[in-house]
DNA sequence: TAACTATACTACTTTTTTGTAAGTTATTGC
DNA sequence: GCAATAACTTACAAAAAAGTAGTATAGTTA
């Protein structure tokens, strides 16, 4: 909690905060996912952007990444406990565009 | 519901995953504010990020803004019921983080 | 041997967000 | 007349985020 975080949401924003982290997290809910599955479930995201995502993810120690060493490559992403504990923010910011955009 | 937003997440992401709005709502959600002592419980917003990002909280029918015909000007943010809905999500937020950062 | 595969990296550009510093307003009180 | 006030605006600059396009890898399969 630095100078940046004078609050405990402002230190929870900085850390997923961003356009596509809650994304990948959210899509690592259901389980972990191969790299180019979880990609292609949110089709907007751009190659760069996935994997800079991802690695951001990783070292806040949110999702981990498996290689598994083989080719092609083969690299599985989970959510790490750190990360199963947003479940319920995740759900609810889901369910609160559902709901609202409704109106 | 655009095709920027696939997902109701993705909705909710871009109406308030910035860096600032979360935390003005969630400074409101204690009752009505000055502008002046509203941006004062924020020291680390420029004065040009709070007026833009109320600017951007009202429009988008989350906060909502009465003007004081006096001099000098008075005026006083509050939560709109659609402003008011996000507090659960809010509180989880700040909460995850206060939790979060002990570790 | 050449194409194919899944994953990732890099250089470069564009777009978006944020910050800085200065000005504007109209009344009050000195 | 002139400074003080609270809220806001503007022009400009800097920084951060995101996009594009191309390259690398190294076994497998045709």
Redesign the interface.
């Known amino acids: 909690?630095n100078?940046?975080?004078?609050?405990?949401?402002?230190?929870?924003?900085n850390?997923i905060?961003?356009?596509w982290k809650?994304?990948i997290l959210?899509h690592l809910l259901e389980g972990d996912l191969r790299s180019g599955i979880l990609q292609k479930k949110?089709?907007?995201i751009s190659n760069k952007m996935f994997t800079q995502t991802v690695r951001d993810l990783e070292k806040d120690g949110l999702i981990s990444r498996k290689v598994f060493p083989v080719v092609p490559p083969k690299v599985e992403y989970s959510l790490t406990n750190?990360g199963k504990?947003?479940e319920?923010?995740?759900r609810?910011?889901?369910?609160?565009?559902?709901e609202?955009?409704q109106?």
């Open positions: 909690m100078k940046k975080n004078s609050c405990p949401l402002n230190y929870t924003m850390l905060g961003t356009k809650p994304l959210f949110i089709p907007e750190r504990s947003l319920d923010i995740l609810s910011l889901d369910k609160w565009g559902l609202d955009c109106n």
